[in-house]
């Protein structure tokens, strides 16, 4: 089955659950409405086509909000800092009859603000390996005592805010959690040394039992990250450790 999303957007909440179990199921026999695990949604496999549909909704206010936050007040996540950005930018609307799905995305289609690299660096650089409670301190504690569930958890981690900082040294809206190596290398013109050799090398390392083996790769990906960021001159004050 090939996935598919439909985003639908509300004046304040989501439509009564009567209607949203009638469009379900219209279109399925397998079918979640009223999924609230992450977002308010419903999921279901259209019966005619073996689509995976995942509807999620979101009230205008909120995803305005989530615009403004990285575009106006150009505030970092700790990962996938830009990606709400990104999902806007490149989504179809199905249904606009008042015009302000589209009036949002000519808001959005603008360059990447400097103000929102630098911050997105700022907030992301530090915790691979520079704080006390870096990524790679904790995946060293976690290694050291055979923890592979904490290694798998903090590499995770870690390879979201390394990406969320690739992105924008590239001035690109994060895409979100799939497809990352080849975005990145089909999409960013400034790239890491190395760069899928080393999360490749990383990721084949077995989870268990864990090791400290697992730092090596990390360390070379890292450092080839550092030398992007210090040729762009983006390291400032929190450059390399």
């Given at each position: 089955m090939v996935p598919t999303s439909i985003f639908m957007s509300m004046p304040t909440s989501p439509s009564p659950f009567r209607n949203?179990?009638?469009?379900?199921?219209?279109?399925?026999?397998?079918?979640?409405?009223?999924?609230?695990?992450?977002?308010?949604?419903?999921e279901w496999v259209d019966a005619g086509t073996g689509?995976?549909?995942?509807?999620?909704?979101?009230?205008?206010?909120?995803?305005?909000?989530?615009?403004?936050?990285?575009l106006v007040r150009h505030e970092a996540s700790a990962g996938y800092s830009t990606c709400f950005w990104h999902n806007v930018v490149h989504s179809r609307a199905l249904f606009d009859p008042s015009g302000w799905y589209g009036r949002l995305q000519t808001l959005a289609d603008r360059p990447y603000p400097q103000e929102l690299k630098r911050a997105i660096v700022a907030k992301n650089h530090p915790?691979?390996?520079?704080?006390?409670?870096?990524?790679?301190r904790q995946i060293e504690w976690a290694a050291r005592r055979g923890d592979s569930v904490s290694v798998q958890h903090r590499v995770s981690a870690l390879l979201a805010s390394y990406f969320d900082i690739l992105f924008a040294v590239n001035e690109l809206p994060h895409p979100g959690e799939k497809g990352l190596l080849s975005f990145a290398a089909t999409r960013c013109l400034t790239l890491p040394e190395g760069m899928e050799t080393a999360v490749d090398a990383l990721l084949a390392i077995p989870a268990w039992p864990a090791t400290p083996a697992v730092l090596e790769p990390i360390a070379a990906l890292l450092a080839n990250l550092d030398a992007v960021l210090a040729s762009e001159g983006l390291l400032n004050g929190h450059g390399a450790s």
């Open positions: 949203r179990e009638a469009i379900a199921a219209r279109f399925a026999v397998d079918r979640e409405v009223g999924n609230a695990f992450w977002e308010p949604g419903d689509l995976h549909v995942d509807v999620m909704h979101r009230t205008p206010a909120w995803i305005e909000e989530q615009l403004d936050r990285v915790i691979l390996r520079r704080s006390l409670s870096a990524y790679t």
